[in-house]
């Protein structure tokens, strides 16, 4: 056990929906990833947040976005929902930004989103 | 920009053997790499890591892995292998200094393991 944990583990929905995954950091650790596993794209980074604030984006959609709320927990939303987006979305965390402990990152067990 | 390649796509070993797991790995300075284990249906547990120091690093389950920073390498190795070593394996490297790159980690494709018994 990781000490992340996310929410839900399942979620099936229908294409155009929106759907929100949340996330809890380890206690202690400032700062959350968003990652997504897909079988063509393998795995992705899509957003970091450091203490509430965005620090990094990478292969984002649009349509995606994400916060950290004051307890440091962290949402991604991810809205008009096509069968494209059908994937793993794991949650990580990490101390903080000093390099290396920034870098070791620990993972929650991952949110599986099917879209039909 | 940094990039990570695991050759092998599927391995099969049997019980007892011992293991190698290649990963290469394109970055311009000294990158901090790591390897990661996916269980089906599970999350990604970190197994070992490279800040700097000594090359060959020990990490969870009996796994080593040794940095070579002239062939841009970081391979896995377990000297026995156990049924239960049955996965996939993802290296990983994350990269300071990258324009916008915040702390993200880079994965491999990563090498699904199968053990025979």
């Known amino acids: 056990d990781s000490g992340v944990t996310q929410t839900p583990k399942h979620l099936i929905t229908a294409t155009g929906q929106r759907v929100t995954l949340r996330c809890s950091p380890r206690?202690?650790?400032?700062?959350v990833y968003w990652y997504q596993q897909s079988l063509d794209q393998g795995l992705q980074f899509l957003i970091q947040?450091?203490?509430?604030?965005?620090?990094a984006k990478g292969n984002i959609l649009e349509r995606f976005s994400a916060q950290q709320f004051p307890d440091l927990h962290s949402e991604l939303n991810l809205s008009s929902l096509e069968l494209g987006d059908s994937a793993l979305y794991f949650c990580?965390?990490?101390?903080?930004?000093?390099?290396?402990?920034?870098?070791?990152?620990?993972f929650g067990p991952g949110t599986r989103l099917t879209v039909l | 920009a940094q990039s990570v390649t695991q050759p092998d796509i599927h391995i099969t070993v049997s019980e007892g053997a011992s293991l190698e797991l290649r990963c290469n790995y394109s970055?311009?300075?000294?990158?901090?790499l790591f390897w990661y284990v996916q269980s089906p249906g599970q999350g990604l547990q970190l197994l070992l890591k490279?800040?700097?120091?000594?090359?060959l690093v020990q990490g969870i389950k009996g796994f080593e892995a040794e940095f070579k920073r002239s062939q841009s390498s970081f391979n896995l190795r377990k000297p026995s292998v156990h049924w239960s070593d049955a996965a996939e394996y993802f290296c990983?490297?994350?990269?300071?200094?990258?324009?916008?790159?915040?702390?993200?980690?880079?994965f491999g494709t990563g090498t699904q393991l199968k053990v025979e018994l």
């Open positions: 490279y800040f700097s120091g000594d090359t």
């Open positions: 947040y450091y203490n509430g604030e965005e620090r």
């Open positions: 990580a965390s990490s101390v903080d930004l000093l390099a290396g402990r920034a870098f070791e990152q620990f």
């Open positions: 206690s202690g650790d400032l700062s």
């Open positions: 990983a490297v994350g990269a300071i200094g990258v324009t916008g790159g915040g702390n993200k980690l880079t």
């Open positions: 970055y311009g300075a000294t990158p901090y």
